[in-house]
């Protein structure tokens, strides 16, 4: 994954450089939401949404290709209760998670677009890149939201499993479509929506097996009250799920869907276009 990472950014400077007599840079921010799609919400695309903020700053190689960097910021949730599934409401989890993202991603223009030049003002366009973001699953209990991951809710870390816990800083990779349009001559609208694929299937706290109760106890010491309420939620007794699934062991994904407002910084009668 590092070296991937190594190469994408390689490859963005050098393309950078050989166009950069051509290119244009754009700041804006970003206004949506953000859901996710897991073990808690299997396939409800826009199911849960939160609202979503950020920032960007694009650089325009050409008329087909820009480059840009983004920092954005979200929330995912999903609750068992209101799945229509009856394993899941029987399982009864629920858990909420900040998404803090910064990614680097490639835009390609379908059509020729410019900022600021009438002649190139719409194109739909598709991005793709590499990023980093953090997250921190909690769990609702009593009223109160509490922190997931310290208490090893399938087991891992503690002396009895050798799995070892998952990391709140994960790669991703982002990618998506959009439609993107000027409006008053120095305002770039995108209307976007990306998908991001993760290499962690915790982002909802929910990947493996039951915990053995009475291990997870013994390694929570204080915290082993709140450990086996937050581990096994459902009305069967927890030694009856020792080893039984919890979660289906796959990656999960979430996205950011919404409008970018962005502008070029330089006057915009500064140039003149020729229709020619």
């Given at each position: 994954m590092k070296r991937l990472f190594i190469v994408l950014n390689l490859w963005l400077l050098a393309t950078v450089s050989s166009y950069a007599q051509k290119g244009t840079s754009e700041v804006g921010v970003f206004l949506g939401g953000s859901f996710y799609l897991g073990d808690l919400n299997p396939n409800g695309f826009f199911k849960f949404t939160q609202p979503a903020l950020g920032a960007i700053y694009r650089y325009n190689i050409n008329n087909r290709f820009s480059a840009r960097l983004s920092a954005l910021f979200g929330t995912v949730e999903a609750f068992d209760n209101q799945s229509g599934n009856s394993y899941q409401q029987a399982r009864n989890l629920n858990f909420k998670s900040p998404i803090d993202e910064i990614s680097g991603q490639f835009d390609f223009n379908f059509f020729e677009y410019e900022?600021?030049?009438?002649?190139?003002?719409?194109?739909?366009?598709?991005?793709?890149?590499?990023?980093?973001?953090?997250?921190?699953?909690?769990?609702?209990?009593?009223?109160?939201?509490?922190?997931?991951?310290?208490?090893?809710?399938?087991?891992?870390?503690?002396?009895?499993?050798?799995?070892?816990?998952?990391?709140?800083?994960?790669?991703?990779?982002?990618?998506?479509?959009?439609?993107?349009?000027?409006?008053?001559?120095?305002?770039?609208?995108?209307?976007?929506?990306?998908?991001?694929?993760?290499?962690?299937?915790?982002?909802?706290?929910?990947?493996?097996?039951?915990?053995?109760?009475?291990?997870?106890?013994?390694?929570?010491?204080?915290?082993?009250?709140?450990?086996?309420?937050?581990?096994?939620?459902?009305?069967?007794?927890?030694?009856?799920?020792?080893?039984?699934?919890?979660?289906?062991?796959?990656?999960?994904?979430?996205?950011?869907?919404?409008?970018?407002?962005?502008?070029?910084?330089?006057?915009?009668?500064?140039?003149?276009?020729?229709?020619?």
């Open positions: 900022i600021s030049n009438p002649k190139y003002n719409f194109s739909p366009y598709i991005f793709g890149g590499f990023g980093f973001f953090r997250m921190n699953p909690q769990g609702e209990i009593n009223g109160q939201w509490v922190d997931l991951q310290p208490l090893h809710t399938e087991g891992q870390g503690t002396r009895f499993n050798t799995d070892a816990p998952y990391h709140l800083i994960q790669p991703c990779i982002p990618f998506g479509i959009g439609i993107k349009v000027t409006v008053l001559k120095i305002f770039c609208v995108s209307i976007e929506w990306g998908m991001r694929k993760t290499f962690t299937g915790y982002i909802d706290d929910v990947s493996g097996t039951y915990p053995n109760p009475g291990q997870l106890a013994a390694q929570q010491g204080p915290n082993a009250a709140l450990a086996l309420s937050m581990s096994n939620k459902s009305s069967v007794p927890a030694q009856l799920l020792t080893g039984s699934e919890r979660g289906n062991g796959k990656d999960d994904w979430y996205s950011f869907a919404g409008i970018i407002i962005s502008f070029h910084p330089k006057k915009v009668n500064s140039t003149c276009f020729s229709y020619d």
